[in-house]
C-alpha cells in the first residue's frame, strides 16, 4: 500500500514547526512532507524539477495549503491542482492567516474542500490542527487509489 | 324733339347718380373702377370696359361690366394681359382725345386686324356698336371708357351717348387719379414701415448678438473675412472688434489653427450644412482655450451661401474640471487599490509573527516547564495575551476598513432574525451565561444584510459583555420612535457608562472601561457608527453607571453624505 502522507505548503518557519507540533501533539504520526512555495508545490505534486525522483506511488491524503506564497501564490497552485487529471480529486485544505471574504470565495470557486484559519492562539491552533487531521485522516474515507 | 330731352335729363340724373357712386367707392382703386364700369354701362348700355393706361404706355383692361354675367365671362379674355390689336380703337382716342363713335361695326371687316380669340369672343356676344372717350386728368391721358353695343333691340350709339360718356370719364377720371396715387401713397407707406419694421428686427437682433454669452462671429463666404463680432467673443480672444473686422483667422491664430478654422468654415459653405465642432484649441491674448463650435452658413435668396455664421462656447474651465474629476477618480481608484492590498498584507502577514509569538510561548511552558518558576510562566502567559489582543485589534481594524471601503447592497432585511442570529453565537461561546433576550419579532428594515450583521454583533456584543457582571442580565432589541423616525434600541441592565463620556463612545479605540474590567478594542462601535453612518442612519446611547445602557440607531433618516 502507498504511503499516505501530508503535504504541508508553508513558506513560514514559524507556522511550519508551529504546524508541525500541533500535528504531533495530537498524535497524527503520518509523514509531513513540507515544501515553501508555490512553484515546488507543484514540483512534489507532479514530481518533476527537485521532486522528480520522489517515489510515484505516494500520494498526499491532504494538502494544507497556504495562499501567501512565494513565486506562485496559494490559488494558482489550487488551480492548477483541480486543472490535471492526476491530482483534481486531492482534497485541499486552505490554511491560512487571512478569513478575506475574497480568498475564501475564490478559494471555494476553485474547488478547495474546506478553508482554515489559523488562529493566533496556539491552544486553538491545536485544537483546529487535531480536528482537521481526525477529519482528513482517520473519519474521511479517501478515494480508492 | 321731346325724346331727345327725356333721354338728357334722364342722362343727367344717371350721370349725377354715377357721381356719387364714384365719391362713394372713395380711394380704393378697384371698387372704385368696377363702379365706373357699372355706372357706365348702366347709363349708356350694355357692355362697359375701362382701359387704362400703365406707367409703360401698355393699356390694360381694368374692370368690366355687363348686367349679364356670360356677356363679361365671354369677354374675360380681355383680361389676360396687356391690350393688343383689339385696343387700337382705345389707343387711338387716347392719343388724339376725340371721342370715337362707331355706330356700326362690321365684324367680318375687323376680323383681319385683330386677334381671332377676340374676334370669336366679339363675334359671340353679337357686337354692333361702340364708343370710347379718353379719360385726361390734368391734360394727361390715364385711360379710356369704352362701350359696347350689343343688343338688337337698342338703338345705335349716338353723339348724346359720345356727350355723355365723356361727362362720365371727365369725372372718372378724376376719381381715378385720385384713387391711384391714394393707393401709392399707402404703397410707399407699407415700403416705409417694412424698413422700419426691418430695422427694428435687426437693432434687436443687434443687441441679443451682443448680449450672448458665447462668442458669435460672421465671416464672408469669398474671403472668410470677419463682418461681425460679439462682446463675448472681443473678450475670448482679448481682441477689440475694430482690429478684427475685415481679417481673416490667419491673421490672428497660429497657422495650423487657422488652416483647421478655415477647413470647416469651406465645409460648412461648401455642404450648406451646419457643421459642428465639439472640441477644438484656440490660441487667444488670454492663452489657449477651448470652444464647442457650430458653424452655419447662411444663404441668399438663390442658396447660394454668402455668410458664414459661427457660434462658440467657452468649455476650457468644463473641460479642465473633467479632466481633474478625472485625475481625482483614478486617484481614489488607485488608493483603494492601495488600502486594499495594504489590509490583505495586514490580514495576513501581521497574524503570522503573533502565532510565532503565542505559539512559542505556549511551546516554552510545555516544554519547559521544570525550568520555569510560577512568575516565569506568568510572563509567559503574559506575552500570550498580548499577542491575542493584537491578533484581535487587528482583526477589528480591518473590519472597520471593510465596512468602510465595501459597496452597500440594500435589500429588505429581517432585523429581528439578525439580532436572534448574534445572540445565538454568543451564547456558543458562553454557553454557560444566562441572560434574558428579548427581540422583537419581524423588525423589517432596508439594509446591506453583511453590514448590519456586523453592527448588531457589536451592539450585542457589547450588552453581551457588559452584562457578565449583573445579576438577571437582560438584553432587548425593539422599535421605538425618536424625534419622528422609526429607531430601534438595544437595551441592557449592564454596567452602563457615565453620559458625560458618551461622545467618546464612537471614536476609534475610544474606551470608558478599563482592559481588566472589561475587555475589548475600543473598534467596535466606531465599526457600528460607521456601518450606520453609510446607511444614513444615526446612532446615539444614553447610559448610567450601574444601571445599563441603550443605544439607538435608525436607517435611511439622513441626508446623503
Redesign the interface.
Known sequence: MSERVILLVED?P??EE?TL?ALKKSNILNRVVVVRDGAEALAYLFARGVHASRAADEIPQVILLD??LPKIDGLEVLREIRADDRTKLLPVVVL??????QDVVTSYGLGANSYVR??????Q?VEAVRQLGLYWLVINQPLPT | MPGEVERLRRGLRLLSDAIVAFSEAGTDYHLLLDAVAKNVANVIGDTCVVVLREPNDDLIAGAIYDRDPKVVADLAILFSGALGAEGQLARHTMLTGEPRLIPFIDLAALKPSIAPVIHEALAKIRVHGALAVAMRVRGQPIGVLSVLRHREQLRPLDMIDCELLQDLANHAGLAISNARLTDQLRESEAIRAAKEEALRANRFLDVVIEHIPDMVFVKDADRLAFTRFNRAGEQLLGVPREDLIGKNDFDFFPAAEAEFFQAKDRETLNNKQLVEIAEEPIMTANGQRWLHTKKVPILDENGTPVYLLGISRDITDRKRADTELRRAKDQAERASKELESFSYSVAHDLRAPLRGIDGFSQALIEDYADKLDAEGRRYLDRVRESAQRMALLIDDLLNLSKVTRSELNLRTVDLSALAATSVASLQRVEPIRNVTVEIEPNLSVEADPRMLAIALDNLFGNAWKFTSKTEGARIALSAVERNGHRAFAIRDNGAGFDMQYANKLFGVFQRLHSESEFPGTGIGLATVARIIHRHRGQVTAEGTPGQGATFYFTLGTEAEA
Open positions: 513560514n514559524s507556522d508551529l507540533r495562499l501567501k491560512t492567516s487571512s478569513i478575506q471574504e489559523k488562529p493566533v492562539d496556539f491552544t491552533f
